[in-house]
C-alpha cells in the first residue's frame, strides 16, 4: 500500500513539472540568475570537471556550468520530467552537455562520475531522499561534492510549496539536523550550510575512500 501510494505521488509530481514546463522560464527572476550566478562562482569549478545536474528543469543552470567547467567539461543534466528536458534541449546547448531522463533514485551513471552533483530548487521535491542522497553519493568521485541550494531561504521555500499544496505541498527542505543525519548516512559529510533570507545553500563532501 505504502509502495502504491509513493508511486502515485511520484506520478503526481512528474505529470505537475510537465504541465510547468512551458512556461517555467517566465518564474525565473533576474535577481534569482543572479544569485545562482555567485553561488556558481564561488563553487570553483575547474575546467574539465565532470558535474551532474539533478533537477535540471529547463536548464537554468546550464549555461553558467557549461561557462564554468569548458570545452573540456562533461555535464550530465537530469530530471524526471520529459517536457522539461524537451525544453532544456531546444535551447541548444554544447555538446558537452548530455540529458538524461530518470528518477534521482536510479541514476544511470557509473560510480565516480562526478566531480559535483548540484541540485537547484530540486532536493524537497525527492520523495525518498535518503535514497536519493545515496545515489548521487555513488555517483560522486572520492571528495567530490554535492551541493543544494535555492534562491530563497529555507523557510521561504517550505511555506511556498505549502502555499501551493497539492503535488508538492509536502515537498519540504529539512532543517539542519535532519540533514545532517541524512547526509551522514551516505558517507556525505556537511562543510558549509548557509541559511539566509536571499538563498540557501548547503555543500557536503563525499568521504575518501581508504583501500583496504
Known sequence: ?????????????????????CHWDREVSLAGLECLSHIIRELDLGPGSRVLDVGCGTGVLLPLLVEAVGARGRIAALDFS???LLEARAKGFQPIVSFV??????IPLV?????MVICNSAFPHFGDKAEALKEMARVLRDDGRLV??????????NQFHQS????VGADLLPDEAQLVDLTERTGLRIVYLEDSPT????IARKAIQVPD
Do not use: K, P, W
Open 111 to 115: 560510480d565516480g562520475f562526478a566531480h
Open 148 to 157: 543544494i541550494c535555492h534562491t530563497a531561504s529555507r523557510d521561504r521555500i
Open 199 to 202: 538563498r540557501y545553500l548547503a
Open 101 to 106: 531522463q530518470a528518477d534521482v533514485t536510479d
Open 1 to 21: 500500500m505504502a509502495t502504491e501510494l509513493s508511486v502515485r505521488a511520484a506520478v503526481q509530481l512528474q505529470e505537475y513539472f510537465d504541465q510547468l514546463a
Open 164 to 167: 501551493i499544496g497539492g503535488a
Open 82 to 84: 520529459r517536457n522539461m
